[in-house]
């Protein structure tokens, strides 16, 4: 009697842990099954990863760029990647470098402690979009996801 | 008691790994022959086996994939009929049915390599395997 008592008081402690290990075999199983996922979480590409976040750092372009100490024109541009184009042309032949080599650089450098890399899996995918029925790869846009300040004044439009 | 901590403690090492390790090992270094190669027992899927299935010519000079591809195929921008678009819809077109990305996660680096220095997106290649 008193070893079935024993028994039982043991097979309730473990009880807990039995389930805690369904639960953690399932989140793997969910992560490896989401890897094979197409579906696209990332639609507006650089806005929609880019975003002022909770609590977090402010990762939205217009605060990363004024971080770098990069000048204001990213309040000038309404279509993000495309507008960026004014200045960092695809063809080379812009006031500053092309954005495509710039933005690569930004996101796969040091893959080691790269955030693109180490957290969202350095998917091209996430900024670029596929048609599978011309076999065109493009470049996702959105709009800029932040109030443009000019003359120290919020710009409403 | 002592086994069901080490199956948890494994359930939960387990599942760190899958949510947290980054992707960076390069299974497909060679790219299009790393995939598509006969493997003992499965549907051979070398590319001059493949497309002698679609009736294309025999591929004699063919040495290195897919740089070789070139001699015919174009890969001019703006070229309607570029070899680009054609593998892209291959590999892409039909998604939910596609082997490329059903099975393989559609990762454009299986395919193409990223120069981090440079920042250009380059088209790996391997020699022929068959």
Known sequence: MKNVLVKSKESSINRPM?????????????????KKAFADDYPNGCVSCHVEGTGALDMRINAVLSRLGHGKAADRSKVIPAACDRC?????????????NLIHRAHYTDPDANLFVTQYAGS?????AMDGASGKASVKSGERNWTPIVGGEPITE | MKDRVRVFSLAVITALLATTAPVQADEYPQGCVDCHKQEPGKTNLTLNALLAQIGHPKLPKVKKVPTS??????????????????????????PKANLFTTRFGGD???????????????????????
């Open chain 1, 18 to 34: 039995i389930l805690l290990a369904l639960i953690a075999l399932t989140l793997a199983a969910g992560a490896l099954v989401g």
């Open chain 1, 88 to 100: 960092h042309a695809s063809s080379g032949d812009g006031p500053a470098s092309a954005l495509r």
């Open chain 1, 124 to 128: 091209c995918l996430h900024c670029h």
């Open chain 2, 69 to 94: 591809c070139g001699g015919c195929h174009a890969s001019d921008e703006g070229e309607e009929n570029q070899f680009a678009h054609m593998i892209h819809q291959i590999h892409f077109d039909v």
């Open chain 2, 108 to 130: 454009c680096l299986h395919c193409h390599a990223m120069d981090a220095d440079s920042g250009e997106a380059l088209v790996k290649s391997g020699p022929r395997n068959w």
